[in-house]
């Protein structure tokens, strides 16, 4: 369907009058009103987004949803009492830093409600603030209404565990998610709740804050890649993308194998939607509608093609500010009692509305916070469009330590080759001797067993796995946590293998060692030998990543860093 063929009524100035018995008739009369069948198609008009804030609300909520859900199962292993990088140690270090003190300094400097609440029982403080997201997106999700307070609520609880998730909550669609949950703040009325509040039109400055974060997620996108790797301009980088991709899924695996032309015709519609699509934001409503539907389109193929956590659902959050209830209407219901006729009522009745709206203390207050979140997006962004006009561009980087405005940028550089880090562990007391049988750990997810089918899980996401992908082009000095997760394999520690998919000394003693390889996967060729034999990958082995480590090993690597040492328990002779 063509963007333009869904605007589905022209506004009814426009129209001509007729008589009826000698007396006029316009179609906005209530007698005319009246005279629609029930059945007959609610024609609604252009220009306002009555249906536009509730759709918003909806995705934003169970994004939402999905990240507080994550951070519910995963958060008391990561971040946890005894997590790999406990919050407690790294609130403690932030204090320090500030000298000890607990006044407005490290507040600004790490935002969280955590510094109110009782740290004896940080696993116990995760889960409170992971279930009430979870509650309060919930609501939104099913009711399709909230206030300003609501989620305002639901933006503190999430902006509290990112501050304190270190390396865990690194990734740019964290820092996303904040800026477009402040921005749907301001969709809201102030503590009414309602799916249609009457007297609290969505602002158009809010829907323009929506709109300016999809153009600046776009092209920066785009910029960062045309900068950051040649590859991006030789039309070659989709010869790589799919195989080496933090998280592959099983759609990669045969998209890979594509020809040569289509990788390019991909890279150059990439080019095309990130550099070249988001100023059609600017050039009026149909151009603005072809933006949305595009860059929806565009998200929904990178969710088919990868898994790439939450990224893409929430990318098309924003996308849908492009949207006005004209062109949603085709999602309601036609019912006499739905949402769809409730917004044609509502916009004859503002045809006709001769005297001025009454004026509410909740709407003076809600037109006051609109403009001045307005000013503040405006001041905010000066740095981030100076960021986007220098040659020496980054990306997925915040100004501020709220993340209101943040610079964002995917896939700058790709990798050519894809490595992994395998752990194996050892039940054999000498881990040098040639008889020592090595074991696999398996992951929720990356790539380990080569047998095994590469996962489906976006919108979810598993915080490790996706390191993991870090860790294997980088070193085990430079992610220490690596060395956390060895230890509590080493005790059988039941949190750290909560985040695995499989412990190969599940119902024996734990091993005695745990050590690092280093190995080199490509997709197996479908149809071809390894593939008929079962198997989606191929690996070889590169070399040691970190030598074979016991429980005793640690003892003094842990000491220094204040982490538990894990207790072992006790061995089977």
């Given at each position: 369907m063509?963007p333009d063929?869904l ?16 007396a006029?008739h ?8 009246t005279?629609d069948?029930?059945?007959s198609?609610a024609?609604?008009h252009?220009g ?10 909806r995705?934003l909520?169970?994004?939402?949803f999905?990240a507080f859900?994550?951070a519910?199962?995963?958060n ?5 009492d ?9 609130l403690k ?8 003190s ?14 109110l609440?009782?740290w ?8 409170l603030l ?16 909230a ?6 609520a639901?933006?503190?609880?999430y902006?509290?565990l990112?501050n304190?998730?270190?390396i865990?909550y690194s990734?740019g669609w964290e820092s996303q998610l904040?800026?477009t ?5 301001f969709l ?20 323009w ?10 092209l ?6 045309v900068r950051?790797?040649k590859?991006?301009?030789d039309l ?8 080496t991709?933090?998280v ?6 045969y998209?890979?194998r594509s020809?040569?032309w289509?990788?390019?015709?991909e ?5 095309f939607?990130e550099?070249?699509?988001p100023f059609f ?19 929904v193929?990178?969710i ?5 956590s939450?990224?893409n ?10 949207f ?5 209407g ?16 509502m ?9 001025p709206?009454?004026r ?8 006051a ?7 503040l997006v405006?001041?905010?962004s ?5 960021n ?9 980087t915040?100004f501020n330590p709220?993340r209101i ?6 896939f700058?550089s790709?990798?050519?080759e894809r ?9 054999n ?7 020592a049988?090595?074991?696999?750990y398996?992951f ?20 490790l796995?996706?390191?993991m992908?870090?860790?294997a082009?980088q070193?085990?000095?430079?992610n220490?946590?690596?060395?956390h997760?060895?230890g ?5 520690d039941a949190?750290?293998l909560?985040?695995?998919?499989l ?12 050590r690092g390889e280093h190995?080199r996967?490509?997709f197996?060729?479908?149809g071809?030998?390894h593939?008929a034999?079962g ?19 640690l003892?003094?690597?842990f000491?220094?860093?204040e ?5 072992p328990p006790?061995?089977?002779?």
């Amino acid at each position: 369907m063509r963007p333009d063929s869904l605007v589905m009524a022209a506004p009814e100035g426009s129209l001509r009058k007729r008589k009826v018995g000698g007396a006029e008739h316009s179609p906005a009369s209530p007698s005319a009103l009246t005279r629609d069948p029930a059945d007959s198609p609610a024609w609604l008009h252009t220009g306002t987004f009555w249906l536009t804030r509730v759709v918003l609300l909806r995705a934003l909520a169970f994004i939402y949803f999905v990240a507080f859900l994550v951070a519910f199962n995963q958060n008391k292993a990561l971040i946890g009492d005894r997590g790999l990088l406990p919050c407690r140690l790294y609130l403690k270090n932030v204090q320090q830093y500030f000298h000890g003190s607990t006044g407005w300094s490290p507040w600004t400097y790490t935002p969280t409600i955590m510094w109110l609440l009782d740290w004896s029982d940080m696993n116990f403080n995760l889960d409170l603030l992971a279930l009430l997201g979870l509650g309060l997106s919930s609501f939104v999700l099913v009711t399709g209404c909230a206030n300003m307070i609501l989620m305002a609520a639901l933006w503190a609880l999430y902006m509290s565990l990112v501050n304190v998730g270190q390396i865990w909550y690194s990734f740019g669609w964290e820092s996303q998610l904040l800026e477009t949950g402040f921005l749907g703040i301001f969709l809201c009325p102030l503590w009414t709740l309602s799916r249609l509040p009457k007297h609290t039109p969505t602002s158009k400055i809010v829907l323009w804050g929506f709109r300016w974060l999809i153009f600046r997620i776009m092209l920066g996108a785009g910029l960062i890649k045309v900068r950051g790797d040649k590859c991006w301009l030789d039309l070659t980088c989709m010869d790589f993308h799919y195989e080496t991709q933090p998280v592959p899924n099983p759609m990669a695996y045969y998209l890979h194998r594509s020809p040569r032309w289509f990788h390019r015709f991909e890279t150059l519609s990439n080019h095309f939607l990130e550099l070249l699509v988001p100023f059609f934001l600017f050039l009026g409503r149909r151009m603005c509608v072809l933006h949305g539907v595009l860059q929806i389109l565009f998200q929904v193929v990178l969710i088919i093609s990868g898994n790439l956590s939450f990224l893409n659902w929430l990318t098309i959050v924003p996308s849908l500010a492009c949207f006005d209830d004209a062109t949603l209407g085709f999602l309601f219901p036609s019912g006499p009692r739905g949402l769809k006729k409730r917004v044609l009522e509502m916009q004859r009745e503002d045809a006709q509305r001769v005297q001025p709206k009454p004026r509410y203390l909740g709407c003076v207050v809600r037109q006051a916070a609109n403009i001045s979140l307005g000013i503040l997006v405006a001041w905010l962004s000066v740095p981030v469009v100076i960021n986007l006009l220098s040659s020496k561009q980054v990306m997925n980087t915040s100004f501020n330590p709220l993340r209101i405005v943040n610079t964002y940028g995917a896939f700058g550089s790709i990798t050519k080759e894809r490595t992994e880090v395998i752990l194996q562990g050892t039940a054999n007391p000498n881990a040098s001797a040639p008889d020592a049988v090595w074991e696999d750990y398996e992951f929720k997810c990356k790539p380990g067993d080569p047998w095994r089918r590469p996962c489906l899980i976006s919108p979810y996401h598993y915080r490790l796995d996706w390191l993991m992908w870090f860790a294997a082009f980088q070193t085990y000095e430079q992610n220490e946590w690596i060395i956390h997760l060895t230890g509590k394999l080493l005790a059988d520690d039941a949190e750290a293998l909560s985040l695995l998919a499989l412990n190969p000394f599940e119902g024996r003693a734990p091993p005695r060692w745990i050590r690092g390889e280093h190995y080199r996967y490509k997709f197996s060729l479908p149809g071809g030998q390894h593939a008929a034999q079962g198997k989606w990958w191929i690996r070889k082995r590169i070399g040691p990543y970190f030598p074979p480590l016991c429980l005793e090993d640690l003892k003094e690597y842990f000491k220094t860093r204040e982490w538990p040492l894990p207790e072992p328990p006790s061995r089977h002779t």
